[in-house]
Structure formats: structure tokens, C-alpha cells
């Protein structure tokens, strides 16, 4: 597999270097040629275009998902996103029914998520894609191995999608498109919703929100199915460590105190305690199987509950 054509016109030029232009990237060029089977020569040309930006490295260090709930929402359960949101919906009803009806996740849920991602596709990065991978994948050793592994993703994906390698432009984590994708999901779960030929997160609305539904979909997302429970109260002495894994059930939750009202939904239902912090004290919730698979887009329950709470904003103020 090559990468795309453009790149061949580096080794023209590129002067002979003894040192890797990255730490560590003569054995990421190995692995990559071994895993993706890329020209050894042109990713090394391509790293070399790579610069490292400390911009970057600032930014994973103090992620939203790092604040408490109360600082957390603030910045996406706004008026102008809620309302956007609906805006959003009406300019774009009938492709979003189509998407909504092909995977079965919901209209509102689907907005949500472009909603906090990008603010509807306003912002969907300013950073260089090869800079933020080559950044973290070289010079971030907490999460090196991952964002390393994405930057070869990124390299293939461009000669699977014809992507410009070194003018693509995404967020600080190097995530893509309307919906955010990183390139391996970019790889594993985009769509080509409007039978271009092509997956374009950025130019196609179809594919961008079709992704964003597969991606749901394939995380085995429960039509019809809810998503939270409210939490009437928790004991005192609740001593038990909750993850979002899903490893109770709501009769076990229901055992060790915390009342919730069930809805009618079986006891053996999966299901865990979702605690957010707020200034006053705390507020909890019963997560179910679909804000599961909300976390499988991010990991932070802030950010899964941030969906959920703005779709119900949005839903209330679409057609």
C-alpha cells in the first residue's frame, strides 16, 4: 500500500540526515512497513514534515473531562447550542431521518453528538492532523503506543480516502471531521451515507452524520431503549467502586440502597452508578446499556451525560 502519490515529490529533495527527525520513529517506520505495509521511504519523508507543536502536549494535559460536572456543562448545555441544535435538525430533517432510520439510533442523540464535538460543524479543528499524532505519538509518553498506532491509521487512511496528508486539519488529539474521528475509527466506522465513492467527515453531511450513527450502531446501540434513570438518593455509607462497565444489575444497585425508579425494566438489567460532582454537593444517575455505548465515542461519563441532557434540549425544541 502506498501513500498518497503527493509524498514522492519529498524524496526529490529530502537531504540525507543522520538523526530521526522524532525520537523513536525509525522503529515506528519498521512497524508501520511491517503492520501496513507503507514505503519505508515516504513515511520517513513524512515524518519529516511533522512538527512537534508543545501547544498540543499542553492541551492533553488539561482535557474538559478533567473538570468537575459543575464546570464541565457549562461549556456545551448552552442556549445557542441547544437552539442550534433544533436549527440544526430543521435545515437537515430529512437526512437526518434517513440516517436515524438505517442505524436506529435517535435524531436528537445523533445532533448531540455533532453538537458538542464540533458545535455542529463550526469548529472541527485547527490544528494539522500529522503535527497532533506526531506530537503525541513521540513525545507524550503516558498515551505514546496509542496516538503512535493512530498515526499510522492516518497514514493509510489517506490513500483509502485521498486525504492530503499534510493539510488535513482536526483537533489537538488529532480527531476529524463533523463528528470527531480519529483515524482508526475513521478507518473502522465511517460511511459513505451519500454513494460518493468516498468517506468525507468534513464536505458530505450525509456521511458525517451516517458515521456518527454507525459508529453508534456498531457499539451495539439499543433502539428505543433508555438511556439514564434518575437517582432519588443514595445511602450515606454506600461503599462500592462504580466503573462504566456495566457490572451490576439494577436489582444489585437497588440492594445496596439506591433508589431509582426502574421503569418498568427487568431486574437483571445491566446497568451502574453514574455520580457527578456539582457545587452543592452531589448528583447521581443509573446508567444503562445506551449511555455505555455513548462512552464508547468517549470515555468520560461527563461527556456521555452532556449528550444525553443536550438531546433532550434539542428534541424539545425541534419540529
Known amino acids: 500500500m502506498r501513500i498518497a502519490l503527493f509524498l514522492l515529490c519529498f524524496l526529490v529533495f529530502l537531504p540525507a540526515f543522520a ?10 517506520i519498521e512497524r508501520v512497513v511491517a503492520e501496513h505495509g507503507l514505503d519505508a521511504a515516504e513515511v520517513r519523508a513524512l515524518l519529516a514534515e511533522a512538527r512537534y507543536q508543545q501547544s498540543i502536549i499542553d492541551a492533553m494535559t488539561r482535557p474538559a473531562e478533567a473538570r468537575p460536572w459543575y464546570r464541565y456543562w457549562p461549556i456545551f448545555l448552552t442556549e445557542a447550542r441547544k437552539s442550534g441544535g433544533a436549527e440544526f435538525w430543521r435545515a ?10 438505517e442505524f436506529g439510533v435517535p435524531i436528537e442523540i445523533i445532533v448531540a453528538i455533532v453538537g458538542v464535538e464540533t458545535n455542529y460543524g463550526s469548529n472541527t479543528g485547527s490544528f494539522r492532523v500529522l503535527d497532533a499524532l506526531a506530537t503525541l505519538g513521540f513525545y507524550y509518553p503516558r498515551r505514546a503506543d496509542f ?4 498515526l499510522g491509521h492516518f497514514m493509510v487512511l489517506a490513500t483509502e480516502e485521498g486525504l492530503p496528508l499534510t493539510e488535513v486539519r482536526g483537533s489537538y488529539a488529532g480527531a476529524m471531521g463533523l463528528g470527531q474521528f480519529i483515524p482508526s475509527s475513521y478507518r473502522a466506522y465511517a460511511v459513505d451515507f451519500d454513494g460518493s465513492g468516498r468517506r468525507d467527515l468534513w464536505r458530505s453531511l450525509p456521511d458525517a452524520l451516517g458515521s456518527v450513527a454507525n459508529y453508534l ?3 451495539r446501540w439499543e433502539t428505543g431503549a433508555r438511556i439514564v434513570l434518575p437517582v432519588d438518593g443514595v445511602p450515606d455509607d454506600l461503599d462500592a467502586s462504580f466503573r462504566m462497565n456495566l457490572d451490576h444489575s439494577l436489582a444489585e444497585l437497588a440492594a445496596m440502597g439506591i433508589e431509582f425508579d426502574a421503569d418498568g425494566l427487568p431486574e437483571s438489567t445491566a446497568a451502574t452508578l453514574v455520580t457527578l460532582e456539582n457545587e452543592d454537593g452531589h448528583e447521581y444517575w443509573i446508567a444503562l446499556n445506551n449511555f455505555y455505548v455513548i462512552t464508547r465515542y468517549n470515555r468520560s461519563p461527563l461527556y456521555a451525560m452532556a449528550v444525553v441532557q443536550l438531546a433532550e434540549a434539542i428534541a424539545e425544541r425541534a419540529p
Open 19 to 28: 538523526d530521526e527527525p522524532h525520537p523513536g520513529s525509525e522503529a515506528f
Open 92 to 101: 437537515n430533517q430529512d437526512l437526518l431521518e434517513r440516517v436515524s432510520e
Open 147 to 150: 496516538f503512535a498506532r493512530e
Open 217 to 219: 450502531a456498531r457499539h
